[in-house]
C-alpha cells in the first residue's frame, strides 16, 4: 500500500443501540471486531474515537478525537484523520467503520486507487459512505461544512464529485459491509465467522 494513504478506523459512535460502551472492543472469534477491521483494513494508522484512548493502546495506532464539539457524527471523525494525515504530509486517508468485520479485504487499494476526491464503496446498488477513499486536501471545506452543521456523509461526498466504486457481495449473497448496532447483530457476525448459518 502507498506510504501516502493512511486508513482510518472510525470508532467514534455511541452505540446506543448496544446500550453504550465501544462496540469495537466487543469480543469477535476471541479477538476485539476493531482487530478484525484493522486486519482487513491492511493500511491502518490510526483510530477516530472519543474518550479515553487508552483504551485502544494495544492496537498501536494514534487515537483521534473529534474537533467538533457534541458528537457531530462519522463527517468528525473523517475530518480529524484527515487532520492528522495532513500534519504528517499525507494526501489521502481511507476510511472504514468499526463495526464492519467482513468488508473486502482490497477495499483500501480499490478506493485509493480512484482520480476522484472522495471515492465510496458500494455493493449491489447500496452505498456505504463510511467506507470510503478522502484527499485530505479538502479538509477545511469539511471542516466549514461540520460548523455550519452538515451531518449527512452521503450528502457532502456528493457535493465533493464522490465516485463509487461497486464491490461484490459475499457467499451466498451476503452484505460484505453488514455492521453489528445490536446483540443480536454480534450473534450474527459470530454465527458469519464461525462459517454457521
Known amino acids: 500500500m502507498d506510504g501516502n494513504i493512511a486508513g482510518i478506523v472510525l470508532a467514534g459512535g455511541q452505540s446506543r443501540r448496544m446500550g453504550g460502551g465501544d462496540k ?4 469477535l ?3 476485539p471486531l476493531i482487530g478484525h477491521v484493522i486486519a482487513r483494513l491492511g493500511c491502518a494508522r490510526a483510530i477516530s474515537a472519543n474518550g479515553d484512548p487508552a483504551r485502544y493502546a494495544g ?3 494514534a487515537v483521534l478525537p473529534d474537533s467538533i464539539a457534541d458528537w457531530p457524527g462519522p463527517l468528525a471523525g473523517v475530518l ?4 492528522w494525515a495532513a500534519a504528517r504530509g499525507i494526501a ?8 464492519t468485520p467482513f468488508f473486502p479485504p482490497d477495499l483500501a487499494g480499490r478506493l485509493a486507487g480512484t482520480q476522484a476526491p472522495v471515492a465510496m464503496a ?3 446498488g447500496q452505498d456505504h459512505p463510511a467506507f470510503a477513499a478522502w484527499d485530505v486536501e479538502l479538509r477545511e471545506d469539511l471542516r466549514a461544512a461540520l460548523l455550519a452543521g452538515t451531518r449527512r456523509m452521503r450528502g457532502w461526498m456528493d ?3 464522490a ?7 459475499g457467499p451466498a449473497g451476503a452484505d460484505p459491509f453488514f455492521n453489528i448496532n445490536t446483540p443480536a447483530d454480534l450473534e450474527t457476525a459470530r454465527a458469519m465467522l464461525a462459517g454457521t448459518p
Open 24 to 27: 469495537g472492543l466487543l469480543d
Open 29 to 31: 472469534g476471541g479477538q
Open 59 to 61: 492496537f498501536g495506532l
Open 80 to 83: 480529524a484523520g484527515m487532520d
Open 92 to 99: 489521502r486517508i481511507v476510511t472504514a467503520a468499526a463495526d
Open 122 to 124: 458500494t455493493c449491489g
Open 159 to 161: 457535493a465533493q464529485g
Open 163 to 169: 465516485a463509487r466504486v461497486e464491490f461484490p457481495a
